[in-house]
C-alpha cells in the first residue's frame, strides 16, 4: 500500500522555539520523492522544501530542515525559530512512478500552533 | 506570471446536479491533478493526466469525471453519482519527466451541495 502517515493532528510550539512534525511512508518503489506542503488559513499550499530519496544528505532551506531515515520510510520536519507566520497545516507527501505515470501521496496533515 | 488558476472560489448547487470545476494552467507543465480536501483526511487523489486524452483514476475517482482536450486545462465534474461532494477541491499541476518537480497548486474551489 502506498500510504504517508503524520501522526500528531496538532502540535504547538513556542515563538522562537523549536518543533519536529513527524511523517513516516510506506512504499515499495525505490526511486521517489518527498515533499513537506504549507497550508495557512489561504488554504494556498506552499512547498516547504524537498527530498531526493537517492540522496543521504537531508535537505534544508533555511529554518526548516529534514530528517530522512530511509530505512525507516521517515521523513521528519524540524522548524528552528518558530514565528508567528509558521502558523498552519503541514503536510508530507512523496512522488512515485508506477505504471509509467507519476502520483503524489499526501498524508492527513499536522495542524501548527505557534505560541507567543 | 505563470500559475494555475481555478474558478470559481466558491460554488454552491443543488443536490443532483452535476457541476464542472475548472482548472487551467500556463506552466507549460504535462501533468495535472485534482484532489479533494476534507477535515482530517488530508489531500486524496481523485484523478490525474500526464499528457493530453489521457488520464488516470487516483484513490476516490467514484462520482467524478475529467477530461483532457487541451494541455492546459484539466477540468473536473462532480456527478449527481459522488455521494458526498461537498469539499475543498485542489488542482495541480507537475513536469511529468522530472522527478524532483514539486506539485504545484491552484487556490481551490470549495463546493457547498445542499
Known amino acids: 500500500a502506498q500510504t504517508v502517515t503524520q501522526s500528531q493532528p496538532e502540535m504547538s510550539v513556542q515563538e522562537a522555539e523549536t518543533v519536529t512534525l513527524s511523517c513516516t511512508y510506506d512504499?515499495?518503489?525505490?526511486?521517489?520523492?518527498l515533499f513537506w506542503y504549507k497550508q495557512p488559513p489561504s488554504r494556498q499550499m506552499i512547498l516547504v522544501i524537498r527530498?531526493?530519496?537517492?540522496?543521504?544528505q537531508n535537505a534544508t532551506e533555511n529554518r526548516f530542515s529534514v530528517n530522512f531515515q530511509k530505512a525507516a520510510k521517515s521523513f521528519s520536519l524540524k522548524i528552528s525559530d518558530s514565528q508567528l507566520g509558521d502558523a498552519a497545516m503541514y503536510f508530507c507527501?512523496?512522488?512515485?512512478?508506477?505504471?509509467?505515470?507519476?502520483?503524489?501521496?499526501f498524508g492527513t496533515g499536522t495542524r501548527l500552533k505557534v505560541l507567543a | 506570471d505563470g500559475g494555475i488558476t481555478q474558478s470559481p472560489k466558491y460554488l454552491f448547487r443543488k443536490e443532483g446536479q452535476n457541476v464542472t470545476l475548472s482548472c487551467e494552467q500556463n506552466?507549460?507543465?504535462?501533468?495535472m491533478y485534482w484532489y479533494r480536501q476534507d477535515p482530517g483526511q488530508g489531500l486524496r487523489l481523485i484523478y490525474y493526466?500526464?499528457?493530453?486524452?489521457?488520464?488516470q483514476k487516483g484513490d476516490i475517482a467514484e462520482g467524478y469525471s475529467v477530461s483532457r482536450e487541451k494541455k492546459e486545462s484539466f477540468p473536473l465534474t462532480v456527478t449527481s453519482a459522488q455521494k458526498n461532494p461537498t469539499a475543498f477541491y485542489l488542482c495541480?499541476?507537475?513536469?511529468?519527466?522530472?522527478?524532483?518537480?514539486?506539485?504545484?497548486f491552484g487556490n481551490g474551489t470549495r463546493l457547498t451541495v445542499t
Open positions: 507527501a512523496y512522488r512515485i512512478r508506477t505504471s509509467g505515470t507519476y502520483k503524489y501521496i
Open positions: 493526466s500526464q499528457i493530453v486524452n489521457d488520464f
Open positions: 506552466l507549460n507543465h504535462d501533468a
Open positions: 527530498q531526493e530519496a537517492y540522496k543521504q
Open positions: 512504499t515499495s518503489e525505490s526511486d521517489y520523492y
Open positions: 495541480a499541476s507537475s513536469l511529468r519527466d522530472r522527478g524532483f518537480s514539486p506539485l504545484h
